[in-house]
C-alpha cells in the first residue's frame, strides 16, 4: 500500500467529494483504494508507503492526446536556408526534413526525450503519431521499449504518407499493422495503437484503401485533418468531396478514431463527425505557431463533438496548453466569457474520456477504482483554494514543471522533482549526442 499524503487533494469526483484539505490517496498496485482526509487514512494504513507532498497539490494527472516524438531533437533547431511562409513549408522545411534523417537510434533519443519531458510535468500517457522515413521498420517497438523502460502508458501509431514514395508508403503501412498485432498479442495494460495516417493532401484514395485492409477493423485510426487550407483544396480539387466527406468514404471514422487539429472543418463535416461519434484532438499552440487558424472548438462543443486537447510538436506542458485554448477562443470569439469550460475540459475530462477508450481504465480522478496515476504540484495559495475554484487557480497559478511528484500506474516516477525511474544525467547526455548527430546532417 502507498499513500500519497501531506497536501491539498483535488479528487475531480464529480460524484463524491471533491477537495480534502488536508488530503490523501492510498493505493495499491495499478488502483486508488480509497481517498479521504489526511489523519484517517495515514491511521488506517499505518505501515503504507509515504509519498510526502510536502503541502502541495495532490490530483489527477494528465494525459496528451497528440503528440509527436519525432519533434522532440529538434527544441533549439535551426536549419540553415529554411525560412518558411506558409504551412506546406512549415512541413517540408521542418518536420519532414527531420523525419526523413531520423534513424533508429534518434527515433529512441527522440522517444526518451518526450517521455522524460512529458512525466517530469505531470503526464502520464501519451497518444503519439510517429514519423521517421529515415529508418521505418521496427520504430514502433523501439518507442514501445522507450515507454515500458520509463513507466508511461503510450497509444502508438505511425504516420502513412505518400509523400515519400510507395516503397515508404507501404513499410509505413506495414509497420502500423504489425505493431497493432504485437499490442494485440500482448495484452499490456500500459501499450496500445492506432492506425496512423499523416494528412489527406499526402494520402491517396489507393493508399486509403491499402490502410483500411490492414487494419481489418482492429483499431481506430489517427491523423491530420484540415490543419491547414491546403488540406481542403487538395480533397476539393482532386477528389471533389471536403476532408471529413473524403475520411468518411473510406470508412476512416468511428468512435475509435482521432482527427487532430480541424481547424477547417464547416457545420456538415462538423455534423459527420458526430454523427459518426469521431474524437478530435485540438492542439491550439502548434496552431497559432504555424499560423494555420483557430479551431472552431465552441461549435464541436455545441455539437457534442468529444474534443480532447494535445500539444503536437510545441511543448508538453499541459497546463500551458489549456491556457492558450481559453486565450485564443475568446480572441477569435471577441467575447472575454467563452473557452474556459471547454478548455478544462478538454484537459480533465476528454482526454481522460480518450484514454479510457484504448486503456479500459478510469483516468483523471482520483477515486477507489481509477488508474493510480497521481501527480503533485508544488503550489501554494494566497486566495482561497478549494475544488470549487481549482480551474482558476490552475490557468492563473500553475505551471507544468511545478511538478514535484507523477505517479504512473502505480509507481512513483518523478520524486522531489527528480527522475525516479531512470539516470536522468547519463539519458540526457545520450540524447545530446543523437541531437547534434541530426543536426550536424541537417546542415551537413
Given at each position: 500500500m502507498v499513500l500519497v499524503t501531506n497536501g491539498r487533494l483535488i479528487t475531480r469526483d464529480s460524484e463524491g467529494k471533491g477537495y480534502y484539505e488536508h488530503g490523501a490517496v492510498a493505493y495499491e498496485g495499478a488502483k486508488i483504494v480509497e481517498v479521504g482526509e489526511e489523519a484517517a487514512l495515514r491511521a488506517k494504513?499505518?505501515?503504507a508507503e509515504i509519498v510526502d507532498a510536502k503541502g502541495g497539490v495532490i490530483m489527477p494527472a494528465f494525459i496528451n492526446a497528440h503528440t509527436h516524438i519525432y519533434s522532440a531533437l529538434a527544441r533549439g533547431l535551426s536549419i540553415v536556408g529554411n525560412n518558411p511562409t506558409n504551412f506546406y513549408e512549415v512541413l517540408d522545411g521542418t518536420w519532414w526534413a527531420i523525419?526523413?534523417?531520423?534513424?533508429?537510434?534518434?527515433t529512441r533519443a527522440s522517444a526518451t526525450a518526450l517521455y522524460i519531458d512529458s512525466i517530469k510535468q505531470g503526464v502520464t500517457t501519451i497518444f503519439d503519431h510517429h514519423a521517421s522515413y529515415g529508418e521505418i521498420p521496427g520504430t514502433l517497438f523501439t518507442i514501445s521499449e522507450e515507454s515500458?523502460?520509463?513507466?508511461?502508458?503510450?497509444?502508438?501509431?505511425?504516420e502513412v504518407s505518400d509523400r515519400d514514395g510507395e516503397e515508404k508508403c507501404l513499410q509505413a503501412i506495414k509497420e502500423n499493422a504489425d505493431f497493432i498485432t504485437y499490442c494485440q498479442k500482448q495484452n499490456d495494460p500500459m501499450l496500445?495503437?492506432?492506425?496512423?495516417?499523416h494528412a489527406l493532401f499526402t494520402i491517396s484514395d489507393k493508399t486509403f484503401d491499402r490502410m483500411v485492409e490492414a487494419n481489418n477493423g482492429r483499431t481506430g485510426y489517427h491523423i491530420h485533418v484540415s490543419e491547414g487550407m491546403n488540406d481542403v483544396y487538395d480533397s476539393l480539387q482532386n477528389y471533389g468531396r471536403r476532408p471529413v466527406q473524403r475520411l468518411?468514404?473510406?470508412?476512416?471514422?468511428?468512435p475509435m478514431t482521432v482527427l487532430g487539429h480541424c481547424i477547417h472543418l464547416n457545420t456538415a463535416e462538423m455534423d459527420i463527425v458526430k454523427a459518426t461519434d469521431t474524437m478530435v484532438v485540438n492542439n491550439p499552440q502548434s496552431n497559432m505557431s504555424n499560423a494555420v487558424g483557430c479551431a472552431p472548438v465552441l461549435q464541436m462543443y455545441a455539437k457534442g463533438i468529444l474534443v480532447g486537447l494535445g500539444t503536437d510538436a510545441y511543448t508538453h506542458d499541459m497546463i500551458e496548453s489549456c491556457k492558450t485554448v481559453v486565450g485564443i477562443q475568446r480572441h477569435n470569439a471577441c467575447h472575454p466569457n467563452v473557452g474556459w469550460c471547454e478548455a478544462t475540459d478538454m484537459l480533465f475530462k476528454n482526454n481522460p474520456k480518450i484514454a479510457g477508450k484504448y486503456f479500459g481504465r478510469e483516468f483523471g480522478v482520483l477515486k477507489p477504482g481509477a488508474a493510480a496515476d497521481v501527480a503533485v504540484f508544488d503550489y501554494r495559495p494566497f486566495t482561497p483554494f478549494s475544488d470549487e475554484n481549482i480551474d482558476g487557480h490552475i490557468l492563473f497559478g500553475f505551471e507544468g514543471r511545478r511538478c514535484t511528484h507523477t505517479v504512473v500506474n502505480g509507481k512513483v516516477l518523478v520524486k522531489d522533482r527528480e527522475l525516479n525511474c531512470a539516470d536522468e544525467a547519463a539519458i540526457n547526455a545520450r540524447v545530446m549526442e543523437s541531437a547534434k548527430r541530426l543536426w550536424g546532417i541537417l546542415n551537413g
Open positions: 494504513y499505518a505501515d523525419d526523413r534523417h531520423l534513424m533508429m537510434d534518434g515500458r523502460r520509463l513507466g508511461l502508458r503510450s497509444c502508438l501509431c505511425y496500445a495503437a492506432m492506425f496512423g495516417g468518411q468514404d473510406h470508412g476512416i471514422l468511428g
